[in-house]
């Protein structure tokens, strides 16, 4: 029969091994949530880098062919750059409700999983 202060020890043991473990587990449940976040910002990232790719060039080309149906070139480019300014005015109201509050709404959700 094991005297009580040895059930104690084996106790006490098998606590401290419950709390390793159980710390080691927290510790890679953090680090899968920050790998899947970090891995759709990346992944969006790119996506975005493409499109703004694809917008320049397009807008380069619109800016042209303006230019070229008003007679000077430059003047395209003040009209496409004319355009993005207000673009820019009006984005910069609706910040808030359009980029912060889904980005940050993306990330929590991305995270309590």
Do not use: H
Request: proline share 2%; charged share 15%.
């Amino acid at each position: 029969m094991e005297t009580p202060s040895s059930t104690l020890e084996l106790l006490i043991e098998r606590l401290e091994q419950f709390a390793k473990t159980n710390i080691e587990l927290s510790k890679l449940k953090a680090i899968e949530i920050a790998a899947t976040i970090a891995s759709l910002l990346i992944s969006r990232l790119c996506f975005v880098g493409a499109i703004a790719l694809f917008t320049i060039f397009l807008n380069i080309g619109i800016a042209l062919m303006l230019g070229d149906m008003i007679g000077k070139v430059y003047y395209g480019f003040f009209i496409v750059a004319t355009f993005y300014l207000m673009a820019g005015i009006v984005f910069y109201f609706f910040l808030n409700k359009w980029i912060k509050k889904p980005l940050s709404d993306m990330i929590i959700t991305q995270a309590l999983q």
